[in-house]
């Protein structure tokens, strides 16, 4: 599937940001949501030069000067920023204040076994890192939540899209059909390649996903991953006017993006990026 307009802007050389959220407050709250490039760091080849991952084998310090770059742009401090250590599964964690500063500079300090972060607090951000995986963005903006998900394929199939949504709906009292959704930069179809292995678990969802793939070859498949979990959203309630999709392949846009793919693992990590500021 094609899309045509693109919610990300780029606002400066090291990130992009949901144009339609800034400037935006919801329950007397700033919304803050982006998603960084590769370009305006210090790391060096072939992490070159926004790696903003601890655990890619990057030189630490040179992650965390990224990190501050970043920070310093959303003018939040880097002492207020919560990582996840990432498992392709489908935990969601609401976030505290009290969890300020998890993983910003050390990854062993990150949020265990997490790939869906929300907030209802200010003056935090929430992020999480990318090389093809699929970012996810949410917002209430009645309920004042907002959060991001990781979606690779495995997370992905694990619905956690709908598993975000169906968190906010049963414990904070959202209403699916006014929440708001982007979904970021991530392989594109044109260059995500996969088995038959994964395909058998594709083919399982509770809807249909023929729309989504073609095969190439005998048990070669290409994928779109992002109309995948734009219908997984849409199964769990979301609407479609309220769902809007990134046309942007980091495998394809080498000049802006890693891409684990492209790079053949080794290379950096891009990061979404969430959280309210007092309006």
Same mark, same amino acid.
């Given at each position: 599937?094609?899309?045509?307009?693109?919610?990300?802007?780029?606002?400066?050389?090291?990130?992009?940001?949901?144009?339609?959220?800034?400037?935006?407050?919801?329950?007397?709250?700033?919304?803050?949501?982006? &998603?960084?490039?590769?370009?305006?760091?210090?790391? %060096?080849? !072939?992490?070159?030069? /926004?790696?903003?991952?601890? +655990?890619? $084998?990057?030189?630490?310090?040179?992650?965390?000067?990224?990190?501050?770059?970043?920070?310093?742009?959303?003018?939040?401090?880097?002492?207020?920023?919560?990582?996840?250590?990432?498992?392709?599964?489908?935990?969601?964690?609401?976030?505290?204040?009290?969890?300020?500063?998890?993983?910003?500079?050390?990854?062993?300090?990150?949020?265990?076994?997490?790939?869906?972060?929300?907030?209802?607090?200010?003056?935090?951000?929430?992020?999480?890192? &990318?090389?093809?995986?699929?970012?996810?963005?949410? %917002?209430? !903006?009645?309920?004042? /939540?907002?959060?991001?998900? +990781?979606? $690779?394929?495995?997370?992905?199939?694990?619905?956690?899209?709908?598993?975000?949504?169906?968190?906010?709906?049963?414990?904070?009292?959202?209403?699916?059909?006014?929440?708001?959704?982007?979904?970021?930069?991530?392989?594109?179809?044109?260059?995500?390649?996969?088995?038959?292995?994964?395909?058998?678990?594709?083919?399982?969802?509770?809807?249909?996903?023929?729309?989504?793939?073609?095969?190439?070859?005998?048990?070669?498949?290409?994928?779109?991953?992002?109309?995948?979990?734009?219908?997984?959203? %849409?199964?769990?309630?979301?609407?479609?006017?309220?769902?809007?999709?990134?046309?942007?392949?980091?495998?394809?846009?080498?000049?802006?993006?890693?891409?684990?793919?492209?790079?053949?693992?080794?290379?950096?990590?891009?990061?979404?990026?969430?959280?309210?500021?007092?309006?």
């Amino acid at each position: 599937m094609t899309y045509k307009y693109d919610p990300f802007q780029q606002k400066s050389p090291y990130a992009m940001t949901i144009h339609d959220w800034t400037n935006m407050t919801c329950s007397g709250k700033e919304v803050l949501a982006g &998603f960084t490039t590769k370009n305006g760091g210090f790391s %060096l080849p !072939p992490y070159q030069s /926004l790696n903003t991952g601890l +655990h890619v $084998g990057d030189d630490a310090s040179s992650v965390q000067m990224n990190r501050q770059v970043i920070a310093d742009a959303a003018a939040v401090p880097l002492s207020d920023w919560v990582f996840a250590d990432q498992t392709h599964e489908d935990r969601i964690l609401k976030v505290t204040k009290e969890q300020r500063g998890r993983g910003s500079l050390h990854y062993h300090e990150a949020l265990p076994g997490t790939d869906g972060l929300y907030t209802s607090e200010t003056n935090m951000m929430l992020a999480l890192c &990318f090389a093809d995986c699929v970012p996810l963005y949410f %917002l209430a !903006p009645e309920n004042g /939540l907002i959060g991001t998900a +990781h979606a $690779g394929w495995k997370g992905t199939v694990k619905q956690i899209g709908a598993k975000m949504v169906d968190v906010w709906v049963s414990q904070e009292d959202a209403k699916a059909d006014h929440i708001q959704v982007v979904i970021g930069p991530s392989i594109g179809s044109c260059c995500y390649i996969v088995d038959d292995a994964v395909m058998d678990q594709v083919k399982q969802l509770p809807f249909s996903t023929e729309d989504v793939y073609s095969e190439i070859s005998p048990g070669q498949y290409k994928i779109d991953l992002k109309t995948l979990n734009k219908n997984v959203l %849409l199964h769990a309630g979301i609407k479609e006017e309220n769902i809007h999709v990134s046309s942007m392949c980091t495998s394809c846009n080498d000049q802006l993006f890693f891409s684990h793919r492209r790079d053949q693992g080794k290379t950096g990590r891009m990061m979404s990026f969430v959280g309210f500021k007092e309006a």
